[in-house]
Structures are given as C-alpha cells and as structure tokens.
C-alpha cells in the first residue's frame, strides 16, 4: 500500500516538482495549496508524513504545525525561503522533525522524507512492543496515549520532546553520550548541532523537574552524558 505524503505549498511549481519526485519513489502525493486546506485534507487522508512549507496563505506553516502535532505524531518537514535561525527553532519547537531551506535538492529532500518515515515506523513499533505506564516519582509517560503526566496532569511536549524522555526513560540506568542521543532520536540521517540534545534536555527538566538547576530524575553524567536512574512499570 502507497504511503501518503501531504505536500503544503502554495508555489505551484515546487509543488509539482516535489509530487513527482515522489511519484517516482512510490509514495501517493497530495497537494494543499493554503493552511486551511492542509489542515482538512490532513484530517481527511491522515498522511505518513507531511511537507510544510513556512510562508503560507490563510494559516502560515508555524501555526498548522502545531494544529497537526496536537492531532497526530506523523513526521512534519518544515520547508521555508529563510535562512532565519529563529524559523528552525521556532519549527523544532513547536513539534516539526526536520527543516530544509530553498532552494533543496530533491534527492536530499528524498532522503529525509525516507529517514524520517523510516524512524516513525521504528518508533511505532516500539510504543506496540512497550505498552507499560513507566512512572518515576510523581512523572508518568504513556505510550499509548503518547503523554506525560506530573501528578496525574497532562504536560504538553513537543514530538522530539517526548521521544528523547522516552528513550532515556526506556533504558534507565544507562548512560547516554549527547551523539548517542542525537542519533537516536534525530536519527543518523539529520543535519544538526549536538548541543540540540542539551537544549531539549533543559526544556523536559523545565517541565518534569521541581527543581531543574538540581534535577533529580534526569541525571547529568559529567564527561560522558545523560542518564535516567530507575523507572518502575505499572
């Protein structure tokens, strides 16, 4: 069965250009021209993955990013003209997997595309495998719902977020480098800086720490990385 890959852009020619680029890799392209559109196709196909771009009619791409991701942990690519640094941060913020800039090449966008839905599957099949509540202390993540809980309260991450607390909370007592960790989560595949894994691990400890300048649940193995102590499965 063709995998479904929704393409939001509304320059009709690089549109095209990415749909027939994946035509030929054996994916089922749709096009959204608008924000608005792309978020009701999005609910209607329910796509493997999807192409948004930044600067968008109706609804720009930041904002249908985070409406899609509140939805659904389906890979989002931000596509954009920028080379701002505050539009990846902004985009990896609020949920978006990868970020590529105009003008891209297909074969790189390629790449990406199949690395992304590569780590998806992966990921899918391991929240299958691993269905138990994990719970340390008052933090509970289900992987099923795909939550985090403080205290029974839902506390919104963001995609990466929550895949790099699982993964360390999957595997406590072991100590994880920063590239081990990047690896992991960003996946071989990805462009980016290492020190990505430092500032997400800040932004969760803001979140699931009492006190994130001394934080009792994520660890901070001087020299060599990060690790979690002991989870309990309910």
Known sequence: MEEVVLIVEDELEIAQLVRDYLKRENYLPILA?????????????????????IMLPKIDG????????????VPIIMM???????????????????YVTKPFS?????????????????????????QDILRFGSLEIDPLA???????????FSNKEY???QFLVSHAGQVFSKEQLFNQVW????????????????????????????????????GVGYKV???QAL
Not at 37 to 52: C, G, Q, T, Y
Not at 196 to 218: C, F, G, L, Q
């Open 33 to 53: 021209k608008d924000g608005e559109e792309a978020i009701r196709i999005f609910r209607k196909e329910k796509p493997s993955l999807v192409l948004l771009d």
């Open 62 to 73: 930041i904002e249908v990013c985070r409406i899609l991701r509140a939805e659904s942990n």
């Open 80 to 98: 954009t003209a920028k080379e701002n640094d505050t539009d990846k941060i902004i985009a990896l913020g609020i949920g978006a997997d990868d």
């Open 106 to 130: 297909p074969g790189e966008l390629m790449a990406r595309i199949k690395a992304q839905l590569r780590r998806y599957r992966h990921l899918s099949g391991s929240v299958k495998e691993q």
């Open 146 to 156: 795909y939550q985090v809980r403080i205290n029974g309260v839902i506390v919104e």
């Open 163 to 165: 895949q790099l607390l």
């Open 187 to 222: 996946g071989y595949d990805s462009y980016g800086d290492l020190n990505t894994v430092t500032v997400y691990i800040s932004k969760i400890r803001d979140k699931i720490e009492v006190d994130p300048t001394h934080p009792s649940m994520i660890k901070t193995v001087w």
């Open 229 to 231: 102590d002991k989870v």
